[in-house]
């Protein structure tokens, strides 16, 4: 069955450690997102892609990149530049039959 | 505002009981999303809906076009249901999912 992958579930690293979240879709989706979610806040957008090699910035772009070098796979890096890292992950693509979402990574830095 | 809201925010239910969670939204939203997320969990994908009305075991959800609101209803709760509840509008323009805050769900056995 086709879906969106994200890996690992739970993740942990050290302060100052940048860090690289798996998205990959089999879907043939064009476009692709990444959401955060802080405790009891909804999931806010951190960038998106509508096609391979493109991407823009979301509403909390600061602190993060993504690279788009394939449809498949929507990689969100997590800077040290990011001051509170420490969030739920959710990753989601879309076609024009709408959106699917991944499971997410819950992603704690101590 | 918010483009999407839900209410109630918080509730709580006797097992048993039938649920209603409701989710209202802005022009410019063509399709709603339900999503359950349990505690220190993924999420998961219930519905999209655009129109009419989805069933899947006991929760069933609505949507109306025109008064620009849709509901999720659980029959029989479980406590296995205690769970937040997200309800997403999709952007006409597909650049955007607009996530509601959740609805926290707590079922008492």
């Known amino acids: 069955d086709g879906g969106i992958t994200q890996s690992p579930k739970y993740l942990f690293r050290k302060e100052g450690q940048n860090v690289t979240l798996s998205c990959e879709q089999n879907?043939?989706?064009?476009?692709m997102y990444w959401y955060r979610q802080d405790p009891g806040q909804g999931l806010r957008l951190i960038y998106y892609?509508?096609?391979?090699?493109?991407?823009q910035k979301g509403d909390i772009a600061e602190g993060y990149s993504v690279s788009r070098e394939k449809k498949e796979s929507f990689p969100l890096t997590v800077t040290s530049a990011q001051k509170n890292p420490t969030a739920f992950y959710l990753c989601?693509?879309?076609?024009?039959?709408?959106?699917?979402f991944g499971s997410g990574t819950r992603l704690t830095v101590v | 505002k918010n483009e999407v809201e839900q209410s109630p925010q918080n509730l709580t239910a006797q097992e048993g009981e039938f649920i209603t969670i409701n989710c209202s939204y802005s022009?410019?939203?063509?399709?709603l999303h339900w999503l359950q997320q349990h505690p220190g969990g993924g999420i998961v994908s219930l519905f999209m809906?655009?129109?009419g009305k989805k069933k899947h075991g006991r929760l069933i959800a609505t949507i109306n076009i025109q008064e620009k609101h849709s509901s999720l209803h659980i029959t029989a709760s479980h406590p296995r249901d205690s769970a937040v509840y997200i309800c997403?509008?999709?952007?006409?323009?597909?650049?955007?999912?607009?996530f509601g805050p959740g609805t926290s769900l707590s079922v008492i056995p």
């Open positions: 989601a693509s879309y076609r024009g039959s709408g959106y699917t």
């Open positions: 879907l043939n989706h064009d476009a």
């Open positions: 892609s509508q096609i391979v090699n493109d991407f």
């Open positions: 022009v410019g939203i063509s399709a």
């Open positions: 809906l655009s129109s």
């Open positions: 997403a509008g999709v952007k006409t323009s597909y650049d955007k999912v607009i």
